[in-house]
């Protein structure tokens, strides 16, 4: 579905496996197997940590309500809650600052 509206969690991120994906649908998007520029969001305890592109608050904000599934675990349910347990620390974070911030691959890649 190369023409598919792709969101991804900035190459940027501490955590390895989001930092991977975000290097992942980067080389994609380079490559042409992506058509439409992708957008990278970054956690706001990182943002500091990025200079280049510039990024966007976005309007959707991320609180206890969006985190709530991944908060969740009911194993009998088939409820996998795995934020909670993978990412523990940065619940609270997420909480203390809940603006949502990206940048758009397409804007990184013209100021490369």
């Given at each position: 579905m190369p023409?598919a509206e ?13 930092a991977?994906?975000?290097?992942v649908v980067r080389d994609?998007?380079a ?7 992708p ?5 706001p305890?990182?943002?500091?940590s990025?200079?280049e592109p510039?990024l966007?608050?976005?309007t959707?904000?991320?609180?206890y ?9 009911d194993?009998?349910?088939g409820a996998w809650g795995?934020?909670l347990?993978?990412v523990r ?5 997420q909480l203390?600052?809940?603006?949502t911030w990206?940048y ?9």
């Amino acid at each position: 579905m190369p023409y598919a509206e792709v969101w991804v969690v900035s190459e940027y991120d501490a955590n390895r496996d989001h930092a991977t994906m975000g290097r992942v649908v980067r080389d994609l998007w380079a490559e042409g197997e992506i058509a439409l520029p992708p957008r990278a969001f970054v956690a706001p305890w990182l943002r500091a940590s990025v200079d280049e592109p510039a990024l966007e608050a976005e309007t959707a904000q991320i609180g206890y309500w969006e985190q709530a599934p991944y908060r969740f675990t009911d194993i009998h349910a088939g409820a996998w809650g795995v934020g909670l347990k993978s990412v523990r620390d940065y619940f609270d974070a997420q909480l203390s600052d809940p603006t949502t911030w990206s940048y758009s691959l397409e804007r990184a890649r013209r100021r490369a």
